[in-house]
Every structure is written in structure tokens, then in C-alpha cells.
């Protein structure tokens, strides 16, 4: 059995399709969705994220600011200037790019953005929405690996689920919604004994730890859906994930490759988090 592959580059083409369908049914309403985009430093690979933001929002119809600061930005100067986007009702959505300089707070930074513009999902009040199962907004990785499921028909409904990796930005997050989806979920992480006794039982395997090859074809149960959310560089210095690709995919049902699988979705996601911001915002304004 070879795999059917969940192919994000082709979800993502018709999740930005929508969304710039109803970015424009919006702006024609007079409320154009707008994201602020913040980079402190020079970091190269920021740079390229926040590049490919920028150019995803002029894409799809949805208006962008981009603030770039010196890394000698002081942690006052920022928390000033998400301040001000808070109270600007263009925007609806914040991001500011992590990792930041070491001399700012990001925990700080990431309380400081207005929940209701927190297109990343990272404040305490999305996360403990998220947990409560009315989320707010969901952070965009594991949002759209929910809309993977969702658009390949697969039921987490009383499945065994694992996770494998416990961050905040993904681990954590994708177990909470595929609990809320139904699914009985176990997640693991680097002191998890015995890890393979775990995902040979799992209908669903989710891996996101930046290990490269920790998901081997034997770790995996014959038919069970295989989603790669880690990104590494093989020995040719070429993109791969956590998981063996070519030998788990001889075993899978379902599987997404490193490239061209979750990464996609990222952005795709932030862009229906600043979509769906605008959309609650337009419908408070006309009360």
C-alpha cells in the first residue's frame, strides 16, 4: 500500500482562492482585512517569513503594514508601537516575528498584542480558549493541519490519536483540537519511554519535534494517517521532516511530505485568522 498524499500546495491554492473572495466581499462593505507585519533586526530567515507574508496579503486582497526595526529596538519602543495597532481599526490583525532580540521580553510582546488581533493563536487568552474548545484563534500550523483532515474526509472522531512534540505552537495546540474533534489523544515528547509502543497504536500520527527520521515505517500501523510537521535538511542539505518519508508512505493511508505539506498551510492560515478578525470586526461596527 502506498499513501495517498495530503498535498498542502494545492489545499492552500483553494483556501487562498476563498479567502480572497470573501477579503473582497468585505472591502467592497467597506472594511478592507488588514494585518501589521513587525520585524525587529536582520535576522535572514525572519526576513524571508516576513517577506512571504507581506506578499500573501497583496495576494489575496488583504491590506498590510510593515514596521522594521533595529535590533537596538528597546522592549518600551515596541510595546508603544503595538499600542498603537491595537487601537488602529484598520488592522485586525498583529504578528510580530519571532525570535526577538534578546534584550526584549517576548512573553511580554506576545501579552501585549490585543487577543482579538492575535492571528498567531499565542496569547494566554487564545491559548486557554483553545483549551476551553471555544477557541478564539487558533494558531495557524495546527489550524490548518485541521483543515487537512477536513479536507480529505477524515474523521478524528474516536480515533487514537498521537502527538508527538509538546510546544505551545504546535504540539499542545493540534492535541487540544483534535480532543475537541473527538479523538483520544496522547501526547508524547524527548521523555516519552518506549515511544514506538504509542504511535503502532495511533490512527493518527502528528510529528513536530525538529528530530529528522524519528518516525520510522515500523513505528507506524498499517493505514494510519501520518502528518510531518518538522523541518530539517537531509545530508544534501535538502528540506525533509520528521518522518522517513519514502518508508512510512509504503505503510501509511495518508501522509504529508516536507515540502510541500503543512508548511503551505502556515501561511495560508494567518491569512484566514486576519479574515476571519476583519469579519468579526465589520460585524461589531454595523451593531
Do not use: W
Not at 502527538?163 to 505552537?169: L, P
Not at 503502532?200 to 528530530?211: H, K, L, Q
Not at 521532516?241 to 503543512?262: H, K, L, M, N, S
Amino acid at each position: 500500500m502506498t499513501a495517498t498524499l495530503i498535498d498542502g500546495n494545492a489545499l492552500s491554492k483553494k483556501i487562498r482562492a476563498d479567502v480572497a473572495l470573501r477579503a473582497a466581499a468585505l472591502t467592497a462593505r467597506g472594511h478592507q482585512p488588514g494585518l501589521a507585519v513587525v520585524l525587529i533586526g536582520d535576522n535572514p530567515a525572519s526576513e524571508v517569513y516576513v517577506r512571504n507574508k507581506v506578499k500573501a496579503c497583496a495576494d489575496n486582497g488583504l491590506h498590510s503594514s510593515f514596521d522594521r526595526f533595529p535590533a537596538t529596538l528597546s522592549e518600551t519602543q515596541l510595546l508603544a508601537r503595538i499600542d498603537e495597532l491595537n487601537r488602529d481599526p484598520k488592522i485586525d490583525g498583529i504578528l510580530v516575528q519571532l525570535p526577538l532580540p534578546a534584550h526584549i521580553d517576548s512573553h511580554k510582546v506576545i501579552e501585549a498584542i490585543a487577543a482579538d488581533k492575535d492571528v498567531d493563536g499565542f496569547a494566554i487568552a487564545n491559548a486557554g480558549a483553545l483549551m476551553t474548545g471555544k477557541p478564539l484563534m487558533r494558531p495557524c500550523t495546527p489550524y490548518g493541519v485541521m483543515k487537512m483532515f477536513e479536507a480529505h474526509g477524515i474523521d478524528l472522531a474516536g480515533k487514537r490519536a498521537v502527538v508527538i512534540g509538546r510546544s505551545n505552537i504546535v504540539g499542545k495546540p493540534i492535541a487540544l483540537l483534535m480532543l475537541d474533534a473527538g479523538a483520544t489523544v496522547t501526547l508524547c515528547n524527548s521523555k516519552t519511554r518506549e515511544l514506538a509502543a504509542h504511535t503502532r497504536e495511533a490512527d493518527i500520527v502528528v510529528a513536530a519535534t525538529g528530530r529528522r527520521n524519528l518516525v520510522t515505517a515500523d513505528m507506524i500501523k498499517p493505514g494510519a494517517v501520518v502528518i510531518d510537521v518538522g523541518i530539517n535538511r537531509d545530508d544534501d542539505g535538502k528540506l525533509c521532516g520528521d518522518v522517513d518519508f519514502a518508508a512510512v508512505r509504503e505503510v501509511a493511508g495518508y501522509i504529508t511530505p516536507v515540502p510541500g505539506g503543512v508548511g503551505p498551510m502556515t501561511i495560508t492560515m494567518l491569512l484566514v485568522n486576519t479574515l476571519e478578525a476583519a469579519e468579526r470586526a465589520a460585524a461589531q461596527s454595523q451593531r
